[in-house]
């Protein structure tokens, strides 16, 4: 089944304490992407990607980094969170040929709050 | 920093009725989407259109993008109570480059039975 699986889906944690949000597609996309979702704002970009070695600043990066060391995951970092990073957090890959009617599959959410 | 503007953001109407949503930028995107949300879940693809101008059909669902691709539309024909649901516009900037999307603050539809 082609999906977008993402971990863990809960997460909970203090201030400082480094942690990784794995993101895995299985569809041999190309362009992958993180984003944040918060009540009032809608989905903002943090990082995306569009090949393997090859990743950029979304909108809002700040406090995050990724990594594409392969093509079917995108992990996202964050190296010292802070409460204001607590969110819902959407992976999402799309695109075998590139183009901009590509169809965007996201993966179920992974929701984050930092005491 | 690109953006974009949706209305309303709240829409609570009685089934059989129509609606229309909006999504407004000062952007031309390459491409823009459509999504639905449903709570707990990602979002879900309803439509992408591309050329300005174009309109595209999904069952009770109309899409338009505007011509000069800035802005679009969403109609939805005698809403039923399974239309309920957050509804998210993307605007896509691709260039050889650069590949980003932004989305709209969503507009949450509830259809009351």
């Known amino acids: 089944e082609a999906q977008v699986t993402q971990n863990p889906r809960y997460l909970i944690t203090v201030t400082g304490k480094k942690l990784t949000v794995t993101c895995s597609q299985n569809m041999n996309h190309e362009y992958m992407s993180w984003y944040r979702q918060d009540p009032g704002l809608g989905l903002r970009q943090i990082y995306y990607s569009m090949n393997v070695e090859v990743t950029d600043k979304g909108d809002v990066p700040e406090g995050y980094k990724v990594s594409r060391k392969e093509k079917r995951n995108f992990p996202l970092i964050l190296e010292s969170p802070s409460p204001n990073q607590t969110s819902l957090y959407f992976c999402?890959?799309?695109?075998?040929?590139?183009?901009?009617?590509?169809?965007?599959?996201f993966g179920p959410g992974t929701r984050l709050t930092v005491l | 920093t690109q953006l974009l503007e949706q209305s309303p953001q709240f829409l609570s109407i009685q089934e059989g009725e129509n609606l229309t949503v909006y999504c407004n930028s000062s952007s031309v995107f390459s491409s823009l989407q459509w999504y639905r949300q449903e709570p707990g879940e990602g979002p879900v693809l309803l439509v992408t259109v591309v050329t300005g101008g174009e309109v595209k059909k999904l069952k009770r669902l109309t899409f338009q993008f505007g011509d000069a691709r800035k802005d679009s539309s969403l109609h939805i024909t005698a809403a039923q109570p399974g239309d309920t649901g957050l509804y998210l516009c993307a605007g896509r900037f691709m260039k050889t480059s650069y590949d980003k999307v932004i989305f709209g603050p969503g507009t949450s539809l509830s259809v009351i039975p």
């Open positions: 999402a890959s799309s695109g075998v040929a590139g183009g901009p009617s590509d169809t965007q599959y």
